[in-house]
């Protein structure tokens, strides 16, 4: 059984700083969940002795070896040959991917740059981990009784590799006890105002419960751990006693996100959705499109950053903007006004502030956000100070809007900016 | 001299998926920056056995090892315990850093957990690494012609603790040799591409060349080495021989976006944009609105995504959607002529496709993007066949649509679909 993994992350960007090992995190997570030991995570760059070496080393510690880069194209992917020295084995092509590597470039019409075959070498006795989103394709070998799997460095092709191909191959290798894990999903709510609300909820030995700010939002989970059958019903009853605790701050269980809640809420209802976008220049319809089918409740909506696109595409009074100026819960509420009535839409959002750095004033400071908010029942404005960088802003900013869409559409109290505490 | 270095990051968090390794990256581009060749990154959690094989691995590879994490009060913190096992040193009290402790506590009235002391044990022969922020002091240590730092895990104390202390030191070590890097941002070509069109501009014994594929863009960067008169006469010399060999495929160089050099362009010109997204959903106006001071050329726009909101918001005809269909080059004309006329804009760009995964269909499959561009000199439209998940299709398409305004907006021939190459 396995039980002791390894990580190997190849490349160069990793040893010279270009960019952080997100992907080993990312295994770690799913590992853990699955119960098995992460015994070390390994970096090394492209050169054939430090990838040699760090092949020895991890097939020494571990019963699973998951390695992520070095399969493309190039001459400093040299994952595969590594491997095929390390446990002896012949490379061979894989021809439907080496015929899906010729198609795709036949297909565009252009011509192909032979080393793209290389990507099809792989090591004798292999298992094909399909990659639907790259040319590289993944593979599995068992040798001696280890395991390898091996996975390109791209994060988006990795990842869906992983969890559609390598984790239900893994679940079926842990056998006996498993761990168990159920997440809930929350805005509104710092990470240490969570520990106060959930204490004592879950006694230890029951179930670990842990928490993971990734902003804007702290993802609360639990993780028991048995026989399969005792530890799923561990797991109902901890995550009952969770969500109770948790209440409205709440706002998804699972693999979810805000705008995925957000459509479902929609298409329960039946409404349409429209959006009025200043300060968020497009990331709140950015976020909404990002589910398919959004179309079934999205309209449109106006990104009306210069004052003459507030009046143009939104309406808004020329009056209002000098009364009050741009970023006020009365300008908010004209564009929320005006996207719901001119597009025709059930609800609409508005966003209208300062995203910095530049820009603040002692009445208006960065971070300042003035909100509206359209229904059949007539508009709402409110206004919240953010805070942070530019991103953070915006990101925070979207997040409150479809918070609110999601509220009113449920016919849940709006957000009590009062409870949401900085960290 | 010291050339090659271990980086050695302990802590159940990290093997558990908790936390990425952000510190082994921002170390790794110190190192980098310093000339000292990165050998590996050894992660290991808090056992005393995975501790022991990680520091003997680390020695055997490098003569600088630099370790995070491991240093607190508490039992799972097994870090200088472990080195003075591997190192053969007797561990002894830093009286200065002891008192520090006993102050600390003293000073905010609390009895002090005698654990507490444990941090300020060293081992013999020890230089002190000053903690300006926390308990835990840092140290380093050499033996055998080895050099060891310690430092603390938690970002915020070590991080100032390797620029006050460790860098100077490092540097004097190093004597004069550096590492000089640049980099060049790519649009439109594929990595295996960049490959051959750069393919012997560098001699391996001038300098290294090495891509990474950040979707949709690839970035090349250029390395070399030596005295740091002669690197950066060398430096100069190669990257102007890289410079000319990417020519148009390069939209910037150095640490920059696409978004960054459009924003540039359209001050340069002293142009205004604006965007009409339809499969973009908002991502166009939300990639040019993340530069600060983007107000200055940015107007703003619509996403038009249902019908209505092309017509209301655009004033796209219904006898084109009727004939043509949302998805069509002549839609996306008089998307992008409807955005530049209302909003007062020099140039609009404008995107219509099908995103995915549903609504493809054989004459209009997901991926078909069609674009407008909307300028003084009239409306041009153009479509691309775009791939991969609904995220990289309106990636992807928000990136055409800023390269499209990059190019017109600088004089440049748009864009030519045929050289752009999946991996």
Redesign the interface.
Known sequence: MITRAAVL?TG???????????N?????????ELGVD?????????YPE?LE??WQ?ALA?ADLVVSTGGI?????DLTTETIARVLGRRLVTDEPSADRIRR??AS???EM?Q??LKQALVPEGYVLVPNA????PGYRVEADGKHVVVLPG?P?EMKPMVEEHVLPWLRGQRGGEVYLAHTFQTFGISESGLDELVAGAVDPAEGRV?F?ASFPEVSVRVVVHGAPDAAARRLEAVAARMRERLGEFCYGEGATSMEEVVGRALRARGWKV??A?S????????????I????AY?????????N???M??LGVRRETLQTHGAVSEECAAEMAAGART???ADVAVSTTGI?????GTPEKPVGLVCFGLATPDGVRSATHHLWGT??WV?LLASQVALDMVRRTTLGLPLWDPSRFRRR
């Open positions: 992350s160069d960007e990793l040893t010279t700083g270009r960019i952080a090992d997100t080993a995190q990312w295994l770690a997570d799913k590992l853990f992460l015994v070390t995570v390994l970096t090394v760059g492209d430090r070496w760090a080393q510690q493309g194209p190039t001459a400093d795709f470039f565009r019409g252009v740059p080393n793209n989103l790259g040319t590289a791209v988006r842990s993971r429209a959006v976008e300060c968020t220049g497009g990331l709140v319809g950015h976020r909404l499109t990002a398919p089918g959004s179309s999205f309209v449109g909506g106006a990104l009306a950053y210069a003459t696109a507030k143009e595409l001119r597009l025709g995203a910095g750095p530049d820009g530019r991103d915006k």
